[in-house]
Each structure stands twice: as C-alpha cells, then as structure tokens.
C-alpha cells in the first residue's frame, strides 16, 4: 500500500491558502444564470437605455444603472429600477417576470398609460416580488394584483386612476403594508377592507367622499393616514383614538366638521395632525399636543381660548393655528423647541407675555398678525437669535420699537403695519443685515430716516409711509444697491430728494409731504421703475422732459403739485395723472389720455398699486434675473442698432436662426422669419408693451396675421453665452398641445434678441373684456367658460403626473394674461417666462419674484420663489374679477382682500357677486356663490390650505 505524504505545517497552510482561493475565485467570478443574463439583454435591447448599452456591458447586467443583483455572489437580480428613463411604452413589462428572483420594481417617473395583462399573468408567479412602484406616470386604469400574494409596497400615487376605488381589488393584497393611491382621480369612500397588516394608507389628491368610517380603528398596524385634498365629510371618529401605532394623520383640505376627538392625545407614537381647511368647530382640547411635533388646525371655525399646556410640551416643533375665531391671551408657557408658531388672523387679546418667549432660541416663523394684541412689543423678543421671519402686523401694539431688534441678525421680513407704534426708529436695526422686508409703515412714529438704514445692504422693498417721519431723505440711501421698493407717502418729509437706487423696480412713492422746488432730473436714472408717486407735494417748474427715458413707467402721479406748462409726450402705456395742477397746459390728445379724479377720492387713487401690504415687495426683482437669464443665452453676437443708410431705408437686423415648432403645414408655409424681423423693426407699430415684452401684429407675405412678442432688451446685454439651451426649452414649449395654452408656433433668434411667433387671435385680454366700460356685460355662461379653461390651462401645465415632464409655473399670472380667442375659449399666455428662468428651484438668494400687483400671493414676500400655490392664489383672483366684475386692485383697494372681508358673513356674500349678472336668474346666483367658495380656498393666505389646481378644477365641473 502507498503511503499517504502528510505535509508539513507550512504544506498545510498553504494548501488550505490554495483552496481559500479557490473558493474566493468561485464568489467573485460567480455571475447572472444564463437565463436572467438574456433576459437582461433583451431588456436593454428593448428598452434602448444608453448606459446599458456600452461596450462589454452585456457581460455584467449586475453593473448595470438601476440594478441590483444578490450579494455577495451576483447571481440573482433582486431590484430593477427603471425610474426617469422616459419610457412611455409598457409592452416591455412582461419580460420582466422572466427574471424569477425579482423582489421589486420601479418604473415611477415616465410616461407609461397601460399595464399589459401578460405582466399580470407572469410575474404573480414571482413569489418574491415584494415592492411595485408605477408612480408618476399616466397610468389611467389598474389591473387587479390579487395574485400577488407576497406584495408589501404598492405605489401608484400621481397617476390618473379614476373610477370607484374598491373596484380596483386591493383588498386580495394580504401581505400589503403600504399603499399610496394619492395624486389620482379615484371616487367612492375611504377603503376599508384591506388587509389588516396595513401600515400607511395614503390616498390624498383624490375625489373620496363620505366619511372617516369607524371601522378605520381595525388596523391597529397603521402609522400614516394620508386622506388630505378629498371630499370628506362628517366628523373624526373618536375611535381613531385607539390606533396606537399612529405617527401622522393628515386630513387637511376637506369638509369635515364637529369638533377635534379629545382621544387623539392617547396616541403616543402620535408625531404630526393636519386637520386645516376644514370645517371643525368647538374648542380645542386640551392635552393634544401630548405627544406632538407638529400641528395644524388652521383654517378652521374653532373658537375659546388657546388651551394653557398646547404650546408647552417639549417636543413641538410647528403649530398653526391660524384663521380661526380664537380668543384669549397667548399662553404664557411656550416650549424651547418650537421653530414655527402661526397665530394670525383671529380675536386673541390682551399683551403678549414676555417671559414666555426669553428662551425660543430655536424659532424662526412668528406670526401674530391680524389680532387685537395691545401693549408693548416684548422686549424678549430680541432673544429670538433665529427667528427669520416676524409679524405682527394689523394689532394694537403700542410704545415704540425695542432696541432689542438689533440682536434679530438672521432676520429676514419683519411686518409692524397697522399697529400704534410712536417713538423713533432706533438705529439698531441698522444691524438687521440680512433684511429683505421692513415694512413699519400705518403707525405714529417721528423723528428722521436713520442714515444708518443703509447698512441694510440686502433691503428688497422699504414701507415708513404713514407715519409722522420728518427730515430729508438720506444722501446715502443709493446704497441700497438690491432695493425694489420705496413707500414714503403720507408723513412730513422735505428738503433735497436724493439720487435713489438704481434697481428701484415696483414703485418709488413721495406722496403726501412737503417737498418742494422742481422734480429732479436725476429720477430719470431709474430706467426700471414701474410707479413714481410724487403727488401732493409742493413740487414747481416744469414736468422734466426727461422722464420719458423711464421705459418701464406704468403710472406717473404728479397730481396737487405747482407744476407748470407742457407735458412731455409719454408712451401711450404710461397711465398720467397731473390734475390739481392749474399751470399744467393742456392739449385735446391730452385730455384723453390724463385722468382727472375728485379731491375726495385722490388719495385712494394714489395708493392703487401699495394695497398688497407689503407682499408685493418682492413682485418685480426677479424682472432683472430673468432678462439677465435670457440675455446671456445668445452668442457671438455684436451690439447692432437699426441705422440708416443713405437713402434713409432702414437696415433690417440679421436673423440668425429660426425654427418652426409647429408641424401645421399651413402655419409652416405661412411664416416668414425676415418679415418677424421686419415687423418689429419699428417700436411704434407695437401694439401694446409690458415690463417683459413688446407685442405686434405681423402680416406674412401669404396674407395671413400673427402675434410677434419681442423681449425688451434695452440693457444690449446679449452677447455672452449659448444660445442651445433656449433653444432646448423654446422647442419643448412647442411641443405642448392644449386648447387653452398660448403655444408658440416659431421662434426667431436674431441679432437683437429673440421673438416668438403665435397664431393671432383677433378678440382681446380678459382684463380687457371685463374692465372695458364700453364693452358689454359678460354673461355667467361665458365667465364660468372663461374660469374651466383657464383652469384646465393650468392644470395640464401643472401636470408633471399626467403629460410626464416637469410641471411649469407661471411667474405672472392676470387676468392681463388670459388672451380670448373668444368668450368661451381662453388662453393662458407668458407661459415662456418659466423657462427662461425656474423660480421654484431657486434658493432666497433671488430677492424677488416676478408678478402683476394684486396677483401676489402673500408667502412670495418671504420664500422668494414662484410654486404651485401661488399661481393657485393668482386664479383665485382672476376668479374673484369673473365673480365680482372688479380689477384686482382698484381705488386703493385690493380684491382679495376686500372679498375676503365681506365674505365672513352669509348675508354679504350676495353683494360681493357683479349684480348686472347674478341677478339675471336664480341659478346664476347659485352656482356663483358656489364658485366664490372655490375663489376663497384659491386666496387663502396659507399656501398649504390651498387647493391643488386639479383639484380646482374638479371643483369648478362640478358646480
């Protein structure tokens, strides 16, 4: 027999090393079975995804972008994610199943619209397949899933399911944890036969009706109830109260009533209630901010006091509890972690308790506003070392502004308006460094404007006006480089006005002090200005001719003045108003084109466009960005200005560049990009002008007309960069398809700048229409028409979830925006503004945000950026003008507001509406009432207690 060679002790390690490596080699090399590597292959032939597609990279679909294979060995694909790849045909879905190991799949974020059944009937044969993520898509229908036993996680949130939700038959799902349906189309009442394991439930943004049923307390699993933006009714079922797994419970944005169930404080994992914009009554009980973090019952009808122990508990973070008919004081004990505390818009009383606030080193929003607080402002208040954003506006506060305020440095927007507030303005604020907003104006304060307000480098819009402030304007104001706004009226200024700072955007108001001498020509420098008020003054001498430079004037207001002799020629987009001026000469084309207004309503008139207190401080900042944007997006390209040659014909700038976006032969055959050109050569032909555009009327060699718009570019800036990226975004635009969006047709690049070409409609803008006293009265079949199209305008332009791209907003919205093709056809216009610049994306390093007064939803004062919400404000107000028959701001007056304060009241509802219409019939009234309900959730000063625009619109289609 052979012997056996035992080896020796560095033998033996060495072979086991060889072994060790083997078995190693054996994991790393270990790869995809054959069959799931073809099916990967076929996936990525199918699919075309670029980085699928590299050279060698069908060896290793595990390295693959949005795969995930079994570790440590690679044999198995477990996830696929196949998110924002822009797929929009599904056929490829079944194929999936053939991967056997699959545990989860995302196709969320593209634009997929059906479901195959093979997907159904192959992959419930995946007894792993646990996630399914079909968010976000166009998804407008959902197979039955009841195969799949083993699904936890079913998203189809932002698609357009419609129909009964239990028709869908996600009760068969036994293993679900999580279903989110929000985003969706889908009717019938909360689900309740779901598996009982459930632990989030999230169906927001739907058409759910009925009530919270009491059988909700079976899923004692549940940690998120999600039923916010429905159309719920009745009240919170006190049984909520035994979920003890509960973390959030949304229900904001409904009709639900009765009072808030005591047994919500139970809950001990409880974290986060919304319940705003609904209909709760009662008081609010005591003990439910226990276990909280975060509560909001804004918006609703609660009344008593504000329970002493809510604000106290240690772990709140945000309470709002704003718009209600609270009453009492402020509770004197107020937790240390708060960040965000909202009591605005109610009856609270009595003085603000300063040692409650000695210790809030950690909040940033206070809002008081809207009260009837007395006393003095807390000097405490300067310990509030992160506060951001302060106001206490529309109270009775009295005494003068603490010195205390010089210790605010993160401040951002202070509001102090309506308030009885003497003494001087301390020089300490000269330390609020970071100001956008300072608005102190409608209270008794005296002495002068400190010189050291010019320290406040980054001051967006400055209101003193209404006080009794005397002196002379500091020499040294021009350094407020970033300042857009200046309100001085209404106190006893005189002396030498200053050169002012150049960027001045949305008005310049002198109005009502005591300068005097000649209106100084250093005013036409401010080549942006929109307002310049500088009636009732003293002011002599001639009107400067000189202010015809300012190309952006929309109003000059020299009324009750000395003025005297001729007035210049203004652009006939300039609104002028010289009456009180008995020197003034006057000529037939001028008594056409000057207002004159009684003394008794002159001052209101001088106020028509300051009425936004103080939320229209950041309207026009944004202006500049945006030119800015645009300008540089055009390359290689000289200053050329339009000369003359000599035989006096003019040189027609070069075009550089023009494409049609349209694939309507007619159009296609009918625009001329030289004759754009051509047609907007000559500024006087232009049919209207706006900050942001010129607009005129082209005829093209074929006969036929179109709408030119011309973006003003006198600052000749445009000459810096590429223009490939515009030329990305103008072609997007044109791909859009909707009968109630003002789509280009073409767009011409030339050396001057850029026009867009657009079918002509040959009727006017709804402000137009409306506010016309020669036009006749627009009947309410016409103005709901109006109201549904511009809504279904928004709402596709919105609709990131149903068109698959990103939504687009609208810096500036107004009824001055809405072209009518005619009275039932409305087009929502301006939409490239968007896409020259994103204000949604924008940090608060933007010091404005562009739109019309009146327009401005009041939270742009201080985010600084255009959202969803914002333009939902803007409709509400172009509804309220459908309703009402008024602009949005007229004799010093804005609507919403206005509405808003005659719509408490039952009994006055009917006196806001435009009598000449609802008195026509019974059901006119009835479904304008109705409609002026949507207008007021559109307004709310919240912009989380507003309704999304698609909810909007199911609401104005349903009337």
Known sequence: MKKIHIPSETGKFMFCLFFTFLSCCHVCFSELSLNQTNTMIELSSFLNISDWNLPGSERNPCSWNGVLCSRPDNSSVISLSLSNFDLSNSSFLPLVCNLQTLESLDVSNNRLSSIPDGFVTDCERLIGLKHLNFSTNNFSSSPGFR???KLAVLDFSHNVLSGNIGDYGFDGLVQLRSLNLSFNRLTGSVPVH????????????????????????????????????????????????NLSKLESLLLSNNYLSGPIPESLSSIQTLRRFAANRNRFMG??????????????????????????????????????????QLVGWIPQSISSSLVRLRLGSN???????????????????????????TGLIPPSFGNLVSLSLLNLAMNEFTGILPPAFGNLTRLQVIKLQQNKLTGEIPDTISFLSNLFILNISWNSLSGSIPPSVSNLTRLSSMNLQGNNLSGIIPDNIRNLEDLIELQLGQNQLRGRIPVMPRKLQISLNLS?????????????????????????????????????????????????????????????NVLLNVSGNPGIKLNNEDKFSIPKTSSGKSKLVLVIIFVASGICAIVAGIITVIVLKLSRRF????????????????????????????????HRSNINFTKAVEAVAHPESAL????????????????????????????????????????????????????NIMVPLAYVLYSEGCLLVYDFAHTCTLYDVLHNPTSDVVDWTSRYSIAVGIAQGISYLHGSISNGRDPILLPDLSSKKIILKSLTEPLVGD?????????????????????????????????????????????????????????????????????????????????????????????????????????????????????KMKTVLRMLTRL
Request: glycine share 6%.
């Open 147 to 149: 195969g799949f036993s």
């Open 194 to 241: 779901l598996t009982k394991g459930l632990e989030k439930l999230e169906v927001s943004d739907n058409g759910l009706s009925g009530t919270i049923p009491e059988g909700i307390d079976d899923y004692q699993e549940l940690k998120l109830i999600d039923l916010s933006d429905n159309q719920l009714s009745g009240s919170i079922p006190s049984s909520l109260g």
């Open 283 to 324: 008081r609010i009980p005591s003990g439910i901010t226990k276990h909280l973090e975060n509560l909001d019952l804004s918006f609703n009808n609660l009344v008593g006091s504000i329970p002493d122990d809510l604000l106290s508990q240690l772990k709140l973070v945000s309470v709002d509890l704003s718009s209600n």
């Open 347 to 373: 009856k609270l009383t009595g003085s603000v308790y300063s040692a409650a606030f000695e210790s809030l080193q950690n909040l940033i929003y206070l809002e008081m506003d809207n009260n009837s607080l």
């Open 512 to 572: 009502y002090n005591l300068f005097e001498g000649s209106i100084p020509t250093t005013l036409s420098e401010l080549d942006r200005l929109e307002v310049l008020d500088l009636s009732n003054n003293k002011f002599s001498g001639e009107i400067p001719d000189l202010l015809r430079r300012l190309l952006s004037l929309t109003q000059l207001i020299l009324s009750n003045n000395q003025l005297t002799g001729n007035i210049p020629k203004f652009t006939k």
């Open 635 to 666: 390359k290689g390209i000289n200053n050329i200005e339009a000369d003359q040659n000599e035989e006096g014909s003019t040189v027609l700038p070069e075009v550089i560049h023009g494409k049609l976006l349209t694939s309507n032969a007619l």
């Open 688 to 739: 209207y002008q706006t900050m942001f555009w010129s607009y005129y009327r082209v005829v093209m060699p074929s006969g036929s007309s179109y709408f030119i718009k011309k973006l003003n570019t006198r600052d000749r800036i445009f000459q810096q960069a590429s223009s490939e990226q515009l030329e990305l975004e103008l072609e997007m635009l044109g791909k859009l398809h909707h009968t």
């Open 831 to 947: 939409i490239e503004l968007f896409k020259v610049i994103d204000p949604s994306r924008s940090n608060s390093s933007l010091s404005a945000v562009a739109g019309t007064i009146g327009y401005i939803p009041p939270e742009y004062a201080y985010t600084m950026r255009v959202t969803m919400a914002g333009n939902v404000y803007s409709f509400g107000v172009i509804l309220l003008e459908l309703l009402t028959g008024r602009p949005a701001v007229s004799e010093g007056r804005d609507l919403a507001k206005w509405v808003q304060s005659h719509s408490s009241h039952q009994e006055q509802q009917n006196d806001i509406l435009d009598l000449r219409v609802s008195k026509t019939s019974t059901v006119a009234t009835k479904q304008m009432l109705l409609a002026l309900s949507i207008a007021l959730a559109c307004i709310n000063i919240s912009p989380g207690a507003r309704p």
